[in-house]
């Protein structure tokens, strides 16, 4: 079974800009979650999506949003740029549904560098 | 919300001997425990979880102990091996949520 696929695995852009990561969740998962993580700050949440909706959102700035296909692939949008969106953003898919708990499955990431 | 601490940030040991990280959470209603180990250049990969009825679970050199009294759980890595130098992660699910609320993550580096 392939792993979750995430495109591009490098970015950098200038401040000001905006950007789209793509994430491809393991076939049969309807749960994407996208995590930012910095040195500093660990592994912080940004928001899960399920069946299309945004179900929990992290607390991250409206800047950042996200949706979700019916295929359950799943995009993020940074708007306007900062130095400080640098970071590897992670998306990860899981058969959370009714049942939670279910382990994050990750993909590799997208290093994004803002300059 | 949710709060985890890991600790220690970083663990420095010799091939052969154990290694063992320790976190604590807030919430007493969390009752699933992930951890989740990541190398340089990848993401996190799921390692072993436990479920809040269960105390102990092993998979060969890993094991993650459960205190729900204390609220506190530990992974132990024995006969520890360089291929398992890499940063770990716990993790606690609240009852209820679908996000998990993660430590900040130990640097487990062994030395050959």
């Known amino acids: 079974k392939a792993g979750v696929t995430q495109t591009p695995r490098y970015l950098i852009k200038t401040r000001g800009q905006q950007v789209t990561l793509s994430c491809s969740p393991i076939?049969?998962?309807?749960?994407v979650s996208w995590y930012q993580q910095t040195p500093g700050q660990g592994l912080q949440f940004l928001f899960e999506y399920f069946s299309e909706t945004q179900r929990n959102k992290g607390n991250f700035p409206g800047r950042f949003s996200g949706r979700q296909f019916s295929n359950s692939r799943s995009e993020m949008n940074v708007s306007t740029l900062e130095l400080g969106d640098s970071a590897l953003y992670l998306c990860?898919?899981?058969?959370?549904?009714?049942?939670?708990?279910?382990?994050?499955?990750f993909g590799n990431g997208t290093r994004l560098t803002v300059t | 919300g949710e709060n985890v601490e890991q600790h220690p940030s970083t663990l420095s040991v010799q091939e052969g001997d154990s290694a063992v990280i320790k976190c604590t959470y807030s919430d007493s209603a969390s009752n699933y425990f992930p951890w989740y180990k990541q190398e340089l250049g990848k993401g996190p990969q799921l390692i072993i979880d436990i479920r809040s009825n269960v105390g102990e679970k092993k998979d060969q050199r890993i094991a993650v102990t459960l205190n729900k009294t204390a609220k506190h759980f530990s992974l132990h890595i024995t006969e520890t091996q360089p291929e398992d130098s890499a940063v770990y992660f716990c993790?606690?699910?609240?009852?209820?949520?679908?996000?998990?609320?993660f430590g900040r993550g130990t640097s487990l580096i062994v030395h050959p």
């Open positions: 076939s049969g998962h309807r749960s």
């Open positions: 990860a898919s899981s058969l959370a549904g009714s049942s939670y708990n279910s382990p994050l499955h």
């Open positions: 993790a606690a699910s609240e009852g209820g949520s679908y996000i998990p609320t």
